[in-house]
């Protein structure tokens, strides 16, 4: 499914089946990472979550490596594929862009009603910024997690020092993955960002909002048009962008 | 016998063989990469009389002086457990030598057992076993706890937080917590951590010094003996033929760096000994760390089965119209 306007419905196709598969699968097994990564800290007994119903198993470290294990096993392949898969077919839309923090900081004045927006493309200069922070991280994560996963099951006695460096970058990139993650949670709950969300589950946003906060993407999907159908001529004069 | 901060050129060739994985060479198994290696004790309990004219067995003697002095004086008054409000305090029992504590990393184990009518009375040193694959050191959230080239599974004191996840992690609960000192205290000391865990580090600095352990040099009777992994093992299975004696430690959690040799079978020394918290007992210990093996095999894998899918993904998308999704 490509990103398209459809006129009739009022809506714009944002995000494809692949890609919401994408999401929910990093999404979803990163929730389950997060989870059983705190779990492995001495925590669930001593903070009585062993007595939650269904969390019995929060206390067995062995049980929650099984489960941290198998979850990574998703994460990993579903990153590596996004990686491959749209790095392959040069889908750059979300990589940053020159002069994306300074937009950015503005964009965030905006929220907060100090100045005006300025027209979007697909994508907001912040979100391009946070994910190119998320991929970082996940990429820390993952590394350090396939060193430490070689030496649980490979190699006990693995050089010491590249233990000590592959645990505590887990350790420090996973409370970046927290935050990050609340951050990526937080932008939800802003206003003007709430009509993208339904995006993530229907794969579409509203075409009037489009109009309104994404002009140049629209543009950019009209100009693509056949000449002559309805909503092409009223962009004639404007550079599309090239993404 | 030192320990190298570096990545040793054997440690390289492995790290070599896992991207040898990404060219879908397959997973070693456990016995071929990673092969224990290090020194091995080997503790022959029919020679040990467990020092009955000394106030202490003098292998623990040995241990106390080395180590005792070691531990921090903890903070008072130590800092409650949120919200449980345990703490473990052996401050004011450091004279306890019957059991395993942070200031006591060895004794001796009394066993009664019946053999022909009469009984016997054996007498067992008990300390860390050093075992090959340590879940206590590999899943120490803070690397504070590792297994070293020379064998020795070490806790760094000035890392441990003290949440005595090794301890619930080790088949015999060895290692033993003093809350109150640590680095837990600098942090959140009622949140998180409760002090440090301490246990046998197999005299970790001796040995890199070319020097026996403490308890093992101490020993009056050669109870202990110590020395490369391969000529202890070896002397162990020679004396096990030789005299029929049972072998302890060899196959229990997978494999210790700890060989003990009784002369009567281990369950029934371990229906006499007193067990519980810093007793452990002698039972078969199944590894639970091999319960993960094959998950852990499939993580190691992902990267490649991601990749697979992307390029059959791409193919796919290439035979479609014009391949543009949106780059989400």
Known sequence: ?243 | MSESPKISRRGFLKMAGGAALAAGAGLPRIAEAGEPRGFATLIDISRCDGCPVCERPLCVSACRDLYLSRVPEPVRPIPKLFPRGKIEDWSDRKHVSDRLTPYNRIYVQKASVSENGETRELFIPRRCMHCDHPACATLCPFSANQKYGNGAVVIDPDLCFGGAKCRDLCPWAIPQRQSGIGIYLHILPTLAGNGVLFKCDLCYERITKNERPGCVDACPRDVMTFGSRQDIFSEAERRAAETGAFIYGKTENGGTSTLYLSPVPFDRLNESIQKGPGRPHLDPVKPRMAETETLGKALLLSPLAGAAAAWLGVAVTASGKDGKTGGD
């Open chain 1, 1 to 243: 499914m490509t990103e398209r306007i459809l006129e009739k419905e009022g809506v714009v196709v944002r995000h494809s089946l692949l890609e919401r598969v994408e999401h929910w699968t990093v999404a979803l097994s990163g929730l389950v990472l997060l989870l059983t990564g705190l779990f492995e800290l001495p925590i669930a007994r001593r903070y009585f979550i062993t007595e939650l119903p269904g969390f019995g198993w929060s206390g067995d470290y062995i049980t929650s490596l099984k489960i941290h294990y198998a979850a990574s096993t998703v994460f990993i392949a579903a990153g590596v594929f996004h990686l491959v898969y749209h790095g392959l077919l040069r889908h750059d839309g979300m990589m940053p862009r020159k002069g994306d923090i300074r937009a950015s900081v503005e964009v965030i004045r905006s929220f907060f009603g100090k100045g005006e927006e300025p027209p979007f493309d697909k994508y907001l200069p912040e979100q391009r910024f946070a994910y190119a922070g998320m991929a970082f991280i996940v990429a820390l994560l993952i590394l350090s997690g396939l060193v430490k996963t070689w030496k649980n099951l490979f190699d006990p006695q693995l050089s010491p020092p590249l233990v000590m460096t592959a645990t505590w970058v887990h350790n420090g990139a996973f409370i970046l993955f927290i935050l990050a993650f609340a951050a990526h949670l937080g932008a939800l709950i802003l206003k003007p960002n709430r009509p993208l969300v339904r995006s993530i589950f229907t794969g579409s946003v509203r075409l009037d909002y489009a109009r309104k906060r994404h002009p140049l993407w629209v543009q950019r999907l009209e100009t693509k048009r056949p000449e002559g159908t309805p909503g092409a001529k009223e962009q004639d004069g404007r550079v599309p962008e090239n993404t």
